[in-house]
Structure formats: C-alpha cells, structure tokens
C-alpha cells in the first residue's frame, strides 16, 4: 500500500531501516529467551503504521533528529507488547502469517517478553529527554489497557451498542495512533494546533484501520490479514458488522449473530459470513471508515503544506484500501 505513495517510494526503506536499527539494538538482552521471541515477533514485520505516523509527524514539522525514530521503535515496541498480550488473551495461533510466540514459546513466555518489550519502551522514551512525551505514552498505555479490559468484558455481549464499541476501538487501537503521532509533533517542536491536529490526525486513521479489519475478518483471507479469518466471531467479540446485524439485520441474521457471539461458535461462521455478505453491513462499516479518513484528512489543513503532509493525505486514502 505504501510503495505506492510518491514520499514512500523514495523515502520508506531509508526511514525504516533507521527505525529497525533502535528496534535491533534495543530488543537485545541478556536473557536468551527475550531476545529470541522479541526477534522472532519484531522480524514478522507488519505494516509499521504506528511507528510511520511518529515519523510522519516530525518530518511535516521539519524534525529528522535521531531521537524522532527512537520514539517511532518506541512506539512500535508499545503495540508488539501488546500484540503479544492478546495473542495469549484471545489464544491466537496466527499473527501476521506466522505461528504466534504464545503458540511457539508458551504463554508465559510470551507474556514476560510482553512486559520486558514495555519497559524497554519506556526507558526509548526516557532517551527523548521530554517529560511531556513520557506523560503522554504513559496516559496512553493506560488507556490502551483499559481499552483491553473493556473489550473483554464485552465478550459475548449482544446490547453492545455502536457508540460503546466505538469507545472500545477507540482505546484499544486509535490511542496509540494518536500517540504516536503527537510525540513525533512533540519533539518536532509544534505549536498546540498543530499538536493536536496531529493528534486527530492519528485518532482518525486509528479508527479508520481497526474499522476496516472488522471488515476484513469477513472479506479477507489469511494472507491478506495475517490470521485466520473468523477468529473475532469465535473469539465472542461483536465488531461493527455483526453490530449492523443485529440491530439492522433480518430477524433471522440477527439471532444467528446472537447465538454465535454468546457461544464463540466458530462453527456458525459460514452462516455468520452469509448474513454480512447479503446485507449493508460491509458497506455500512466501510463508510464509517471512509468517514473516519475524511476527518483526518481536515485535521491535516493546521499543517504546513508540503510533501510529507500530502503523503499523509494519501495515507488517509489508503487506509480503506485494504478492502479492495
């Protein structure tokens, strides 16, 4: 997706590279075991979104410093913990192709790598020197756990409604995006507009991502999504399509939805997949997603224009493109 935006074509792999350079030397440890499922978990790549938008932020605002791709191996070491975590929570066996660490090493295991990825985050953030920045990833860590919780709690529950799953994805998944991105505008040194159109920049395409991989859990394939499709049904979780179902759907699709959620029934999953695919729900859920870009696509007018603000126009863009 991003190979094909202008900025990216010439400027990715060099941003990466100098991200897997903090990342490579970071999850190093003494400890065999540690560095052995942190690079077993950070070599399986994965899009890099969270960690690009860090360095996205800073370079619109003219920030290429050392310290600014710190933060972005910062940041993606937040989400591979927390990857970790669910994977362990939800029993994942597949994530991003590949067998999950909790699947090879066991779970606790993985959940001890998860911590040890945590800490190590919070001593890149120490190496910004900014207690703003450490203020911010720490409020953001926190809700991003409660976001887990919550999300757990509505495990099987049916009354969920669109407004409270949308605080749900909003804490689980758009938190970090939005941090990511105002950390980078931190240390860029950005006014408080910009600061915070950075930050609705990041919530935007957050929602955006976490509404189309509800999508995509029924009109992807694992190569596409990276594991196994259906695992959000038999995980009891009600995203936003069987949301649709229930409360727009015929009387049937929404007591077929009912029952498998309350029964985290795989098994119901062909059924379940009919029902979306013969009703709006994808085309519902896509524009709420479509939405969502939009919003960060205004947010970027507080910035300045140039090419990096116009790749990040572009990324908004693609971020529905997933789908096609």
Same mark, same amino acid.
Request: proline share 2%; with cysteine.
């Given at each position: ?14 941003? #990466? ?12 440890? %003494? ?17 890099? +979104? ?23 191996? &910062? ?7 927390? +990857? +970790? ?37 919070? /001593? ?12 911010? &990833? ?10 887990? $919780?919550?999300?757990? &709690?509505?495990?099987?529950?049916? %009354?969920?409604? %669109? ?29 408080? !507009? /910009?600061? /915070? ?12 991502? /976490? ?21 959000? +049904? ?5 995203? #936003?399509?069987?949301?649709? #179902? ?28 009919? *029902?979306?695919?013969?009703? !709006?729900?994808?085309?519902?859920? $896509?524009?709420?997603?479509? *939405? ?19 790749? &990040? ?12």
């Amino acid at each position: 997706m991003l190979h094909t935006i202008p900025y990216f074509q010439q400027n990715l792999e060099t941003d #990466l590279s100098r991200v897997n350079v903090v990342i490579n030397r970071a999850v190093q440890s %003494e400890v065999a075991l540690i560095s052995q499922i942190g690079t077993y978990i950070i070599s399986a790549g994965g899009k890099r +979104l969270r960690p690009i938008l860090t360095i996205l932020a800073g370079k619109c605002l003219g920030c290429d410093s050392d310290k600014l791709y710190s933060l972005a191996a &910062m940041v993606e070491f937040i989400h591979t913990s927390t +990857l +970790l975590h669910d994977d362990v929570v939800d029993e994942s066996e597949l994530r991003r192709g590949r067998k999950t660490a909790n699947n090879l090493f066991g779970n606790a295991a993985a959940v001890l790598v998860g911590d040890f990825l945590y800490t190590r985050a919070f /001593q890149l953030m120490v190496g910004s020197g900014s207690l703003k920045i450490l203020e911010v &990833m720490a409020e953001a860590t926190n809700i991003i756990a409660e976001g887990e $919780v919550m999300q757990l &709690m509505n495990i099987g529950n049916t %009354e969920i409604s %669109e407004t409270e799953y949308l605080q749900v994805i909003q804490y689980k998944t758009a938190k970090l995006f939005e941090a990511a991105a105002q950390v980078g505008a931190i240390l860029a040194g950005a006014t408080s !507009g /910009q600061e /915070q159109a950075l930050k609705d920049y990041g919530a935007h395409i957050g929602t955006a991502f /976490q509404i189309i991989d509800d999508v995509l859990d029924y009109s992807g394939s694992v190569e596409q999504i990276g594991k196994n499709v259906g695992d959000d +049904l038999a995980e009891g979780k009600p995203t #936003l399509p069987l949301i649709y #179902l229930m409360r727009q759907g015929s009387e049937e699709a929404a007591r077929d939805v009912r029952h498998a959620l309350q029964h985290a029934d795989r098994s119901y999953f062909e059924t379940i997949h009919n *029902h979306v695919m013969q009703s !709006g729900a994808l085309d519902y859920c $896509v524009q709420q997603a479509r *939405h969502a870009a939009d919003k960060a696509i205004l947010a970027l007018q507080m910035l300045p224009e140039n090419e990096v603000t116009h790749a &990040m126009r572009e990324l908004a863009e693609q971020s529905l493109s997933r789908i096609a």
